[in-house]
């Protein structure tokens, strides 16, 4: 004979026979006995603290055989009652796949959309940040670390003195001329040789007063291809 079971799931009873909930032998509700700790043997009632309405949901499983997903209800607090009372998510009926598994999708956006628009608090309570994420807020958000904070400083250092320099090469009296034996090497040897030699040394002398120019080209290439 089936026995009557009363349930009360964060303070809502729900009634059932026995029978209904051994549908699923390998779950949580059709072990229930009277040993259990949230059994109350003074009004013969099991007391669990969990959510009623993803429970309401779980126990018609038991009733028609199928698991339907109300868009009411969230999926991650459905997942995580699905997970207590022992019911696998393949239960799930598949006219409510799409419902269910949406929020997959959604948390991606969201997670997109936090690190975008500079909530890195997210990610920094995050333990399983990739390296391309860390490398990115490292990069991009100088509030994200210490490390950022003086990158970011450096950087602005470094774009600021470039700008100062390059200013500077346009006022005639700070730049740099060829010494006045090689101009005149240049001119007075008609041997190509020598004329070659002659401006390859007024090349490198132009060239060494560029070195700072091409330390600072060269880091602000490596940063862009690091962005």
């Not at 259990?36 to 126990?59: G, H, K, S």
Request: one cysteine or more; charged letters at 25%.
């Amino acid at each position: 004979m089936a026995q009557r079971m009363r349930i009360n799931v964060g303070g809502t009873v729900f009634l059932t026979q026995s029978e209904t909930l051994k549908t699923y032998p390998d779950t949580k509700l059709a072990k229930l006995n009277t040993k259990m700790a949230e059994y109350d043997v003074t009004d013969n009632t099991y007391y669990f603290d969990r959510d009623p309405q993803c429970f309401a949901v779980i126990l018609n499983m038991y009733r028609l055989g199928e698991l339907h997903f109300p868009k009411h209800v969230c999926a991650i607090s459905m997942r995580k009652e699905l997970e207590f009372w022992g019911v696998p998510q393949t239960h799930m009926s598949r006219c409510c796949w799409k419902t269910f598994y949406a929020v997959d999708e959604d948390m991606d956006i969201l997670d997109t959309l936090a690190i975008a628009s500079g909530r890195n608090d997210y990610y920094l309570n995050k333990g399983s940040r990739s390296c391309r994420e860390r490398m990115w807020l490292f990069l991009d958000d100088p509030s994200s670390s210490t490390a950022a904070k003086i990158w970011a400083y450096f950087y602005l250092f470094v774009v600021c003195l470039s700008s100062f320099v390059l200013c500077l090469e346009t006022l005639p009296g700070l730049r740099m001329k060829p010494s006045k034996r090689a101009v005149i090497d240049i001119c007075e040897t008609e041997d190509l040789e020598e004329v070659r030699e002659a401006l390859e040394e007024v090349h490198d002398e132009e060239f060494n007063g560029r070195i700072y120019y091409t330390y600072c080209y060269v880091l602000f290439q490596d940063y862009f291809m690091l962005e």
